[in-house]
């Protein structure tokens, strides 16, 4: 279960997990890559790379030590070089790029591709997006997905519920398995010796439960088996036979089990060239550091590689490249990256920069500059664009006993279908609950405690809509992913900033309207001022009177001028 973390902790683990790092110089060197740009971008060093900023569709360069090659019209226009040291697998891509002579228009790609055929993916793959019902990129993975086939490690970092699991899962998907370019026959022999080419790790079970669906809602039922979970509180000893027998490609975990299954040898990742750390913020809370640590050494380690003797890290994982996602991205994780990844670009909706070149000020992550002040601009920092434009704040001042009965009011008063409450102690879920249905609304529980099968059953209903207010701890907090949800409602205040926003994120997904009701006390008041600050959202007092929300007209302009 994902625990409460505090953002001084996430700083302090950012630094606490051991690995030897490189100096700029060295990695540079031993990468032999560097990231260059065109004269507008070098000019401003600082500035977001945009495709206007980079003369996108003039000139694609590539430096290869002293040689210089020069690609013009690329289908993927991408004005980053590829780096050296998988410069293998990028001369397929651009090969790939060079064949296909059509000139994209700056407005209409990467960062607005109108359908996923712009972006580079393999035929079989967009057949079977088209299947499921999508057509478009989102503007994150307009973004992502070049950036990751032009074999760059990245930090995406976009809004909740903007579609970033795709922004991965796709690149993946089209370099590895079935619908990869290329596929052939050879590919699909019987017995045939297979590594698991992409690990991807999330902090609790139902998210990697559901990255799971995702990737196999795409794989098809027939090949199903290409991807496989590695969850806690499940039989392991089943995982490990299922591992042997099945021999996924992929495989999607918690970091616990996944660190188990590597340590008793039966999970074999040392070709692998896929690493993404889902919600990776919370992936580096302290609970997490030991089991983070041994995947990190081991996926994608090169064979024959000393994890003790090679004095330089990214030499030993030079072919793996290292995802890392979230809507919050406190400075923990971009020195992390920095750490474990090799010259990782920072991948938002409109732009893609160079994580060295963070500087304070010049983009929206940058580093406390002073330590005084550093806490409250860690979390500005961390949440700012972390929420979708399109939802809608409140907070509704109750004592403390009517906190359930102004809940159960504010869904009727929004006419709420499908809710999430959120409280800070597990034992307080209950009572709620039990508040709720004597009122004769649909309610259900759901944490850490209860068993897996008992998690998933509710979490079902839920999404069924059976259960119409569910009410959770952080458990629920990160990544669940149910469109139907229209209000969140915070029983209990979060402990700050991002916490707020990964809680708010669960409504409002992919453009769809979305409110959020912060219940408190007077003596709390001050706190979600703080977190309105913080997170650039104007949140204005509401009350719930007969059956309406209702809020004041110097609350209403006040709010109109935050906005
Ligand atoms: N291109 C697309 N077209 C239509 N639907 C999409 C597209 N991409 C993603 N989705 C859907 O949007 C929803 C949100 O996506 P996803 O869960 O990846 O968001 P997220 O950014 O990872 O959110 P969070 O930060 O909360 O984890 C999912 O239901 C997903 O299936």
Request: charged share 25%; net charge positive; glycine share 6%.
């Amino acid at each position: 279960m994902p625990s409460l973390v505090s953002p001084r902790l996430l700083f302090l683990v950012g630094e606490t997990i051991h690995l030897k790092k490189l100096s700029r110089g060295s990695s540079s060197a031993l990468c032999q890559r560097s990231v260059r740009f065109f004269s507008r971008v070098d000019r401003d060093k600082n500035a977001p790379l945009t495709l206007a900023n980079l003369g996108f569709n003039t000139e694609f360069e590539t430096t290869t030590k002293n040689k210089r090659n020069k690609l013009e019209n690329v289908k993927v226009n991408y004005p980053i070089e590829a780096p050296k040291s998988r410069e293998k697998v990028a001369t397929s891509n651009k090969s790939r790029a060079v064949r296909v002579k059509k000139t994209l228009e700056i407005e209409s790609a990467p960062f607005a591709a109108k359908s996923f055929s712009e972006l580079g993916l393999p035929p079989p793959l967009i057949e079977r997006l088209g299947r499921e019902g999508f057509n478009v990129p989102t503007d994150v993975q307009s973004a992502a997905i070049p950036t990751i086939l032009k074999n760059h490690d990245a930090v995406i970092q976009s809004y909740t519920g903007s579609g970033k699991t795709l922004a991965y899962v796709l690149p993946i998907l089209s370099e590895v398995g079935p619908l990869k370019n290329n596929y052939s026959s050879a590919d699909k022999e019987t017995g045939k010796k297979t590594e698991i080419e992409a690990v991807i790790v999330a902090p609790s079970r139902e998210l990697a439960m559901q990255i799971v669906r995702e990737v196999e809602k795409l794989l098809g039922p027939e090949n199903k088996r290409v991807v496989q979970q590695l969850v806690g509180g499940a039989n392991r000893s089943r995982q490990e036979e299922a591992l042997k027998k099945n021999k996924p490609l992929i495989v999607v975990g918690t970091p616990g089990r996944i660190a188990e299954i590597s340590a008793a040898g039966k999970l074999h990742t040392h070709g692998c060239r896929f690493l993404v750390f889902d919600e990776v913020d919370e992936l580096l809370s302290f609970n997490f550091r030991q089991d983070i640590h041994r995947i990190l050494e081991h996926v994608g380690r090169r064979s024959g590689a000393d994890p003790q003797g090679q004095k330089n890290s990214l030499v030993r994982w030079a072919d793996r490249r290292t995802i890392m996602v979230s809507a919050t991205v406190p400075f923990s994780v971009v020195r992390a990256a920095r750490s474990w990844a090799c010259d990782p670009l920072l991948v938002q909706a409109k732009s893609v920069i160079p994580l060295e070149s963070l500087a304070p000020g010049t983009v929206n992550l940058s580093k406390p500059t002073s330590s005084s002040n550093s806490d409250l601009n860690l979390q500005h920092q961390a949440t700012v664009q972390s929420l979708p434009p399109a939802l809608k704040h409140y907070y509704c001042v109750t004592r403390l006993q009517h906190k359930v009965d102004t809940l159960r009011r504010c869904v009727h008063a929004l006419n709420a279908q499908s809710v999430i409450a959120f409280m800070n102690h597990t034992r307080q879920l209950k009572d709620a609950v039990f508040k709720l249905e004597a009122r004769g609304m649909n309610a259900a529980e759901l944490h850490g405690d209860l068993g897996k099968l008992g998690r998933s059953t509710i979490l079902k209903k839920f999404k069924s809509g059976e259960v119409r207010v569910l009410v959770t701890n952080e458990l629920a907090a990160r990544g669940l992913d149910v469109p139907e949800c229209d209000l969140v409602v915070n029983l209990d205040l979060p402990t700050d900033s991002i916490h707020y926003a990964h809680r708010a994120g669960r409504t409002g997904r992919l453009g769809r309207k979305g409110t959020v009701v912060t219940i408190c006390e007077e003596r709390e008041v001050f706190v979600v001022k703080k977190l309105q600050k913080q997170l650039g959202v104007p949140i204005p007092a509401c009350d719930f009177t007969e059956g309406k929300l209702i809020v004041s007209d110097k609350e209403e302009k006040h709010a109109e001028a935050l906005r």
